[in-house]
């Protein structure tokens, strides 16, 4: 830092240079998060300095948060669940199995996930010392409840569906997951980071909330599918006792208890995340699902017309598309300045279709992606 500091002008100078080497959303088709919507900018920006690690001192930021709470639990099947805004579907995860892990009575604990878990299973294993054991996929990549059976033993201390996954956005069977967490008495976590604000708007409607009794806790992040600014997840527990199984006593705040993995928190984001869910009401995000779905539809037919199939016909607004050469198909699609992602295994293209991504923009893409597959 130097001794004197420069001009505010200055600094916004310097900071617009560093903001220009970003990559602006519009050709993304690779990420889960895309352009807040405007209110939850003005939202965040009133309550950027609030604090709800000390919630005390800021009543108001900490009231909105059982209502941004409440509001994705009604989406969700349960308008009484407890929990907190998070900072995203990792720390979600993370805290869910913890309370899953503290609950019950294990010397070594493992949890059952499917092998299309996203990767911050694979943080939990490590941070929270829990064996994660992965059940194998059906043919069109949902976790095969059967596998999922196999690996229980009586040190499973949860198992984990996923409600839309990240590679393909597959909708785990919840209901069979549910049945056998009933049944044998297990907690059973749902990650519906992106699948929460998409799910509900489908024309199809899928079991996959806590209107199944087996379903203990979810994740559900306002800042994918939500529209909210980023860092904005949400946990949700069916049973509060399982949020107090986070409880850390907090001896010189104002509140004498925390639940979150962090201590300071801003309560911007959890202000963004009540103001866009307020503002776009049920309705508005069916509209938004619906534009997602139509574009993803567009985008499988005019792929078929030049021969390249997707691997499942898209659940959700996440495709998958099989292109021969994957690697240098995204190469060459980088150098026409499109990000794509891939799928692991199978090695594919994976393409996720947010609400950024304009008609006459994805017309652009699917032309130089013809252009591509076709010099192959
Ligand atoms: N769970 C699922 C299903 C996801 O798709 C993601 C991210 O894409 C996460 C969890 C992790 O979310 P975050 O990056 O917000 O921590």
Not at 168 to 193: K, T
Not at 245 to 261: A, K, M, V, W
Not at 316 to 342: C, E, F, H, P
Request: with cysteine; proline share 5%; hydrophobic share 40%.
């Amino acid at each position: 830092m130097r001794d004197k500091g420069e001009s505010e002008q200055d600094v916004l100078e310097q900071l617009s240079v560093y903001r220009a080497r970003d990559t602006s959303y519009d050709r993304v088709l690779s990420a889960m998060c895309t352009h807040p919507h405007p209110i939850a900018v003005r939202a965040h920006e009133m309550f950027m300095e609030t604090n709800l690690g000390d919630a005390g001192l800021f009543r108001g930021a900490h009231e909105l948060e059982h209502e941004a709470i409440a509001m994705l639990g009604g989406m969700l099947g349960d308008p009484g669940v407890s929990g907190y805004i998070t900072t995203g579907g990792t720390e979600s995860n993370i805290q869910a199995i913890r309370a899953a892990r503290n609950s019950a009575i294990s010397d070594d604990p493992n949890i059952v996930v499917s092998e299309s878990a996203h990767f911050s299973f694979d943080k939990i294993a490590d941070l929270l010392r829990v064996d994660v054991r992965k059940a194998e996929l059906d043919e069109e990549f949902r976790v095969d409840p059967a596998c999922v059976e196999a690996q229980i033993d009586d040190n499973t201390v949860a198992l984990v569906g996923i409600a839309g996954t990240t590679e393909f956005g597959q909708i785990d069977p919840i209901r069979e997951l549910s049945d056998m967490a009933v049944e044998r008495r297990i907690f059973l976590h749902v990650d519906a980071a992106f699948g929460a604000f998409v799910i509900p708007f489908l024309d199809k409607p899928y079991d996959f909330d806590f209107r199944l009794p087996g379903v203990s806790s979810m994740t559900a992040d306002p800042h994918k599918m939500g529209l909210c600014t980023i860092p904005a997840g949400g946990l949700l527990f069916r049973d509060p006792s399982h949020l107090q199984e986070l409880r850390t006593h907090t001896p010189y705040l104002t509140i004498d208890t925390q639940y979150s993995l962090s201590g300071t928190r801003s309560g911007g984001v959890t202000a963004a995340a009540y103001a866009v869910m307020r503002h776009m009401g049920l309705e508005g995000y069916r509209n938004t699902v619906k534009y997602c779905m139509k574009m993803t539809g567009r985008l499988v037919d005019r792929v078929r017309e030049f021969g390249v199939e997707p691997l499942i016909d898209p659940v959700m607004n996440v495709v998958v598309l099989d292109v021969g050469d994957t690697a240098k198909v995204r190469t060459k699609m980088a150098q026409k300045g499109w990000y794509t992602s891939i799928t692991r295994s199978p090695l594919a293209l994976r393409l996720v279709i947010m609400p950024h991504l304009s008609e006459k923009r994805l017309e652009e893409f699917l032309d130089d992606l013809e252009l591509v597959c076709r010099e192959l």
